[in-house]
Structures are given as structure tokens and as C-alpha cells.
């Protein structure tokens, strides 16, 4: 039985290895040899230069896009034909129709099929929980609830499914996965990250890839992706987006790389860089990361792309360069290939200062022949060279049924019971329910930012026939065994989330009337720097909210639609039970309401630490002395929930926990082996994560990390043993100068209750 497990997992782990795209192919280099030789100085820089649809689009006097949108043909054959630009970004102000998408694409893809240019148009875009930006498409939770399924399958069948609705809508580059480590929760993009845990990180993020970019090849149905923000981004000291983050060289080798680093491992073909800065260093001046590490020391063969408008940044916010030229040459020498200007007229000076750098040798050709090498293999690699590379007609399966399922299944299992006091949950469907809350009757909540438009709280863009978790709960229990009262609302005022409570005594009337009273809380949509906020607390009214529902003496359950921990502290301990969404998209609702009715067991588990207390934000893998109590106790690290939290209705029990030995020799592996049982009337999901801490090292090691995790599915009284294999690269860290370095001793391996030691000989 654990031989044919252990092959099971070999398996597996061989599937998993073959499923990457090799970017060097022989013949597409020689292809590229003959035609970067007739390309002209301005043709290559041309390449190397990315400018948004806005760009291109048909204004009105009063210089607004028109609507719907136009494409101005004599802007598009200047950016294409003088200025020989290689890539467009972007939707307009808001989500297009498929229609519109194929509108677009055939015009632009026009002037390569009719041969006026002799390189297509790579066409960028961020479909970042599925294509938010084409009307109808199939919406998934975020990648924090991603992350919070700890299921990497699902998390490769997301890519899948978003690659295939991308192509269908014309696009073959998806600005995605982010990889940015969630350890900053002021941060306003937290959503969009996988979590606190590179290792988790790591997982989910290679199997998104995957799923993007498919298996050997990336064929009509998958797109390139493109991991950002390398690196750093996500750990502003202020919490405000692009604002300066400070990391040490150990934390960046621990922390901050190693999702990018599997992920390039993996056959990613571009990366995007980060736009703020690290240790004073610009992410687009970093010759050590985008040249040293990236592309010398991991062979990174794809393209490096700026974030929006970065070269102006370096001269203007960061004032690293004299003027653009200067930071132009900058950022190129730097290691960026590709530049996100992205507005007209900016795209024409920074082609006409590329070329003048480059005649005036302050980019050699030589770099600047590396960039457009690597752009042109990205383009020949995708299929773009092919003319009818375009085509939206052959995507019948677009929202498709199946793809829809499994957008429901991702929300299923990524949707995390915190609390359920009494046994709540599941509820009955007879019981009288009143839901309030600001998060209860709009789509916006359950989708957040990136959704139809960049901010996401435009409601008339909701996708049609896609429920709110108002409209979810009508389905289920009827509209009179409902009884909804918002009672609060929140809103933006000068910039910042703002919220207040709105009449009161019809929430308090119909409290008498229920069984139990469901309160959805949350934030206001929002991202990058609109997104900044100044306070980690939930708003003062939703937190007032709830403790006028306890007064009630009526059961209450939360249920939090948050891009981030929001300190909820003062309204913990009376919550019944406490259900955490994250951002789930457009069947969370849908999703909510089978878990909350038991239709389906709770599986999600957090992927981040819930801080209690916004002064104290710590992570699961802390040193030891950070549990250090005042009393000289170690127990003071005491988050709201920790990493890895999450409850069941069936939670399985673990049994037994075994190492098939008990010293490692380099090159050996360990296998560790845990009994779980089901007892439980149905069957259940669990995670299993297996954490090491080395017990004594040269510098302060981190408390635990997770080293290994699985999902498995238990059925109704099921015993099963889980099989890992460890092996001494789950047991390095860095040093202080960012070495990775492995030492001999005592490890000790923990598994839920269970613990077991090792020694590394
Ligand atoms: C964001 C990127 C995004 C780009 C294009 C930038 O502002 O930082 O994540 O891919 O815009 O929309």
C-alpha cells in the first residue's frame, strides 16, 4: 500500500516536471537570427516599446474616448508603422465585449496579415482572477482565496480556463500571477498575492503558470504569463503602495525569490518589474536583480517588462535619473527589455531617445539586440507569427458550464469557517434569517478591484445572472424566510473607505423576527495607489454593527469579504461562527450558501496570519523569541488565527505521525508518513501541512516553515495514510549576506498535533 503511494507521488511529482515550456528551440533562434538581421535600429526599439489602447482609441473634442470605443487608424499606423511599437496593454475605462475585443484585435493584427509590418503585436492584459476585462467571462476568487484552497490542481485548472477565455478573447499574454509575497496586509494589492509562505506561494504559483502557458507548448488555447512585481514590490515599510520597502539580503534569499525563482524554473516567459523601491534601489535599476540574478544566474530567457510609466518614474518620483534619457539608458542597462510607457505622445520621444542612446553608444546594440531576441522569441513561441493567430470564432467553450463549475469548486474550497460556536453551521434552511451589512447586496463586494474596471466598484458592469450573497441566500431559503436590512454602508469619501450606519430601527425590528442574524462585513473595492489606506482596523461603524446584533442576544455569523486581515478583535468573542470569503468572485455567493447550509464542507484554510492587534504584525515562521511573553512565557504570539487556520464540519483526526528514519544522510530523503481518520458523517477535504523547524542554527532560525502540504479528500469514516518525502533542500536557509547554506543537527518535523525529530548528518 505505501510502495504504490510513494509511485502515486512519483509520479505526480514526474507530470509535474515535464509540464514546462522550454524557451530555447533551435529553430526559432535561427528564425530570429534572419529577421533581427533586417530589422532596422528603429524597428528594434520599436520592439521594445508597449503603449496602452487609450493610445489608439478616437477622442471626442473635449479630448474623452468615445464611446463605444474606436480605434483611430491613423493613430494605430503611426504607433505601428513610424514608430514600429511591438506591444499594446490595456483595456479602455472599462470591460469589453468579446465582440468589441475581436473588433480590436483585427485591426491591429491587420497590418501583419496584410504584411506593412513584419513583427504582430503582442497585446497585453491583467486577467487576474479570470478575464475580468471581457464582458460574461468566467470571474474566480483572487489569488488570496486561491491560496486559501491550497489546491494546486484547482489552482492550474484556474489558469486553464483563464488562458482559454483570454485567447478567446484575442489576447495572448496575461499580466499574472502575481508572486509578490502578502506579509505587508496595509499593502492595498494583499489580494492579489498567494499569501505569507514562499513556499505556498511557490506551488500555487507554478501551477498557474502552467496553467496558463500549458504543457510543452503554448498552443491556441494558452497564453504567456508573466510574474510580478520582481521583487519586493509587496512589503512597502509604509504599507502605501509604491512606497519604499527596506529587506535584508536573507529575506529576499528566503522570502521574496523563491516563488519567481520556481516559477522561471517553470518556463515562465515574461516577467514584470516592480515599480517602487528596495534598499533605495528602483526595482527597474536593479542590474543585480533583472541582470545578475534573473538572467544570468536563473537563465531567465524570457522578457523583463516595466510597470506602467517606470522610466518616468526613475527621473520624476525616485529621482535616480537627471531626465528620461538618462533613465531610459538606466533602466534598459538595467536589464528591462521591454517598456511600459504608455501614453501618447511619451511612446514617440521614448523611441526617438532609444534610438539616439543607442547611436550615441550609451546602449549597446549588443543589449539592446538581447532585448528584441528575447521579445521575438516570447512572439514565436506563442504562436503569434501564425496569421490567423487571432481568432475569437473557435472558442466556443468561452463561460462555458464546465468552467463556470469549477469557478464555484475554487470559492468552494477556498472559503474558510473561523469560528462556530455551538455548531452553528450548517444552518437549517427553516431558520428565519436577517442578513445586513454593507457587503451583502452587490457583486462589487464579492469581486473587489480588477473586476470590469481597474478599481472594480462600478456596479452597472456586474456580471448579469451572477448572484450577491443577498440574492444567493433568496434562492436558497425563499424571500420570506429572509429578511434583509443593510443597516450600514460603506462608501469613499475624499479618497478614503468611509462607512455609516443607515437606519437602525428596521435592522432592529426585523432582529426580533429571526433566528439568526448573518452580517456581512468588508472593504470597499480598491487597488494600487487609490487602495491606500491609513488604518488596518475594520471600519468603526461595521465593528458598531455588530455589537448592536449581539445585543439582539441572537446567534450572529460573520461573514468577512476582505482583501487583507482587517483587525476585527472587539467583535470576535460574541460572533456564533465566523466565515472568512476573501474575494471570491462571481459564484461566491452561490459558493457561501452551499457551505453555510452544509451542501458542502468548509475546506479553506488562511493563508496568511489574521492579526489581532494592528501594532502587532507577525508571521507563523517567527523566531522564537517573538513568542517571548513579558511574563518569560513563550506564548505570546497570539494572532486573531494563524496561518494554516481553518475548520471543517468534519475535521479529520490525526493519528499517528512516522519518519522512516531518524538521521538524514545528504542525498536521502526522509519519508514521513501521518494516519488520518474521518469520523465524520460525510465526507471532507483537508489540508495537510507539514512544517520543519531546525532546531539550533548560526543565525536565528525561523520558528517553522512549511515545507511540504496536500489536499486530500477523505470520505465518511475513511482512515488514510499521507506520504511526504523530504529531503535535506526542504532544509536550508540564508544567511545574512543571502547565502543559501545548510546545516547539520536536529530538525524537528510537526504535523497538526504530531511532532517528530530528525537529525541531518
Ligand atoms: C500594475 C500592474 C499591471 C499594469 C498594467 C500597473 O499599474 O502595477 O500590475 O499589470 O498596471 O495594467
Redesign the pocket.
Known sequence: MLKSLFLVIMMILSVQAKSQINLINQDIERRIDEIIEKMSLEEKVGQSCQITLDAILKRDISNNVIEPIQIDTQKLTEALVKYRIGSI??VGAHTLSIKEWDYIHKNIHRYYRENIISVPIIY???A?HGVNYTVGATLFPHEIALAASWNPELAKQFGEITAYETRASGIHWN??P?LDLGRQPLWS?FF?TLGEDPYLASEMGKAIVNGYQGKDKVDAYHVAA?L??FVG?SNPQSGRDRTPAWIPDKMMAELYLPPFKAAVEQGALTL?IN?GDVNAVPGHLNYELLTKILKEEWGFKGFTVS??EDFDFLHNIHNTADDIYDAIIKGFNAGVDMS?V?YSPQYKSYCELMIRAVKEEKIKEERLNDAVRRILRVKLLIGLFEKNSNQAENYNNFAAENHKKLALDAALESITLLKNDKNILPLSADKKVLLAGPCSDNLIYLNGAWTHT?QGDDAKYNTVGAKNIKEAFQQKIGKDKLLFSKACELYLEKGYESSKLVNLKEFQKYAKKADVIVLALGEYPST?KPGDIRSLNLSKEQLELAKIAYATKKPVILVLTEARPRIIREIVDEATAIVHTYLPGDFGGDALIKLLYGEADFSGRLPFTYHKYDGQIEFYDHPRSVAKSKAGSFDAFNPQWEFGYGLSYNMPEYKSLNLDKTTLKSGESIRVSAKLVNKGKSSTKEVVQLYISDLKASSVPAGKRLCAFRKVELKAGEERIIDFLISEKSLYFADANGKMVLEKGAFKISLKNLSAEFKLD
Open positions: 496593454l490595456n497585453g492584459i491583467d487576474i499580466f499574472s502575481v494589492r492579489e508573466c510580478k512585481h514590490y514584470m515599480s510597470d506602467w511600459m504608455p481597474w494600487e
